[in-house]
C-alpha cells in the first residue's frame, strides 16, 4: 500500500517532466538547429519580422520597458522614449536570433562579429595575479562578447550563470557556450571555485547588473536617477581574494558586429575604501546606458523593490565616495 501511494505521488510529477522534455527537443531539433544554419543575412530579416511582432503585435513587456525608459529618463520627451523603444526592440530580436545563431557560429565568425580590442590588458594582469574579474553589464550581445574573449584570450574565461531547470536544455546551452575555450560556472559553486588554486591564468565574468534577490545583502546606489539595489559579488570577491577588476565596455559597430574593450578599475582592491568596486562599476554601465539605451535589456523589472528603512544607501558613509 505504501508502495502504490508513492507512486501515486511521484508518477503525475514524472509525466510533466518527461513533458518538458519533449518540448525542449522538439524546440532544439525542429526549431533552433534549423534556423542557427540560415545566412546572418537571412536571420536579420526575420529578426525584423520579429521585432514588429514583438512591439507591434504583441506588446511583450511594453509596459514594463516604457515606465523603466521614462523613469531612467524623465527629462526625454513622450516621441524620444517611443524612439527608444523601436531601436530597443530590434536590437532585442537581434539578440534573439544571435543566440540562436550561437548553436552553429564558427569560430573565424565568432571573431568577425566581435572583436576584442585590448586583451593584452587581461594578459599583463594574469601574469601576476592569476585571476582577474571583468565585471560588465547585460548590454549589447554580452554572450557573444564572452564567447570571443574565450578565443582571443590565452587566459581561462570563466563565465558565471544560473542553471536552468530544465536540464536538457541547460546541458545544450553549455555546449554551445563552452565549444571555443569559455568556461561555464555555476553560481553556486563560485565559493568553491575561489577557494581551489588557479591552474593557470583565469578571467571570470561577472554580470553585474542582476537584481539582487535580498534586499539587505547587496549595495544600494543610485542608477539612473533611482535608488537601485547593486549586486555586491563582484566587489566582495576582488576584495576577500585580492582580485583586480577591469570593466568590460561593449560597443555595437554596426547592426550584427561588436567590439568589447577593457579599462582597469582597480588593480589593489584590498585597498580599496568600501563601495568604491561597485560604485564605479555601476557608474560605468549607467554611462554606457545614456550614451545609447537602447542597447540594455530594458524588459526586466530592474526597480521592483524598495530600500529597506534600515539599509543606508551608498553603504555606511551615506554618500557617493569620490572616483579616483
Known sequence: MGRRERRVCIYPQSIGLNRIRTVSRLLLYLIILPLSRLPFSVLYRLSSGLSFLLYRVAGYRKKVVRRNLQQSFPDKSDQEI???????????????????????????????RCRVVNPELLEELGK?????????????????????????????????????????????????????????????????FAAREPLGPEVILFATDQTPSNVHKCYWMEFLGQETPIFFGTEKFATEQGW???????????????????????????????????????????EEIRTLPAYWLWTHKRWKRTRPADVPLYGPDLQPLPMA
Open 244 to 286: 583586480p577588476v577591469v570593466f568590460g565596455w561593449i560597443s555595437k559597430t554596426r547592426r550584427g558586429y561588436y567590439e568589447i574593450s577593457f579599462e582597469l578599475l582597480e588593480d589593489k582592491p584590498r585597498e580599496a575604501p568600501y563601495g568604491r568596486i561597485t560604485q564605479q562599476h555601476t557608474r560605468w554601465l549607467e
Open 82 to 112: 517611443r524612439s527608444i523603444e523601436k531601436d530597443f526592440y530590434l536590437h532585442l530580436s537581434d539578440l534573439i536570433t544571435e543566440s540562436i545563431k550561437q548553436f552553429s557560429i564558427t569560430r573565424e565568425e565568432v571573431q568577425a
Open 128 to 192: 601576476t595575479h592569476k585571476r582577474v574579474i571583468v565585471a560588465a553589464g547585460h548590454y549589447n550581445n554580452w554572450e557573444l562578447a564572452a564567447v570571443s574573449l574565450g578565443i582571443a584570450t590565452t587566459s581561462t574565461v570563466f563565465g558565471i550563470y544560473s542553471p536552468l531547470k530544465d536540464a536538457f536544455m541547460d546541458q545544450k546551452l553549455m555546449r554551445s557556450r563552452e565549444r571555443y575555450g569559455m568556461r561555464m560556472l555555476s553560481r553556486k559553486k563560485i565559493k568553491d
